[in-house]
């Protein structure tokens, strides 16, 4: 079989019209300015100015420095399926996946940090007698906990329950709530936040 003839025939136009489309689209989402792209990415607003409208064709070190600021690899900046891989590893020793530790909570995210998304995966630690205090998200938000390891016990609003290992729950976040250690080893287990 010629595998050349069944990859996708790439124009340098079209890599340069997807490029200019997805900085365009990441820099609105993140509500950048052009100045304030420029300050994080050390690439002038001009030539920002210039990629944007699809009239520069950035050098690899610039493209590399525009797709570090979104933290996202070049392929996802240019959009080219090939190049990026279809897994994405979340690494248990990665310390910018570490969303907050300190001697009473750990929590770890467990998404990826550079996509948009309505969902957010995290993995929670919290030691004896602990309290994961939490005030109202957006309206709408809900969580789901799922308890791996020691005894949760969950607050929304003015309801509570008591979860074991294997028990779930599923609760408004857009109100105040928390979760609490009950058992006497530290307790583990794993949140997903949804978003309307």
């Known amino acids: ?10 124009t340098q136009e079209n890599s340069s019209n997807r490029l200019c489309e997805r900085v365009k689209s990441l820099r609105r989402s993140h509500q950048l300015t052009l100045e304030e792209l420029s ?10 100015s210039q990629i944007e409208r699809g009239q520069a064709n950035p ?9 570090e600021a979104f933290n996202v690899s070049i392929g996802d900046l240019v959009d080219e399926p090939w190049i990026t891989s279809f897994i994405q590893v979340i690494h248990s020793d990665d310390p910018a996946l570490i969303y907050r530790q300190d001697d009473q909570c750990c929590i770890r995210t467990l998404s990826p940090l550079n996509i948009e998304k309505s ?3 995290y993995e929670i630690r919290i030691a004896v007698g602990g309290t994961l205090e939490s005030l109202p998200h ?8 799922t308890v791996t390891q020691g005894t949760a016990e ?7 329950c008591t979860l074991i290992v294997g028990d779930s729950a ?24 949804t978003y309307k």
């Open 1 to 10: 079989m010629d595998f050349k003839n069944t990859l996708p025939k790439v």
């Open 39 to 48: 300050s994080v990415t050390k690439v002038s607003r001009s030539m920002l």
């Open 59 to 67: 050098t690899l070190a610039v493209t590399s420095r525009i797709a």
């Open 119 to 121: 969902v957010e995966f």
């Open 138 to 145: 957006f309206e709408g938000t809900k969580e789901l906990l």
């Open 154 to 160: 969950v607050k929304a609003g003015d309801n509570l």
């Open 170 to 193: 599923h609760y408004r976040a857009d109100i105040e709530h928390s979760i609490t250690n009950k058992g006497d080893q530290e307790l583990v287990c794993f949140l997903v936040v």
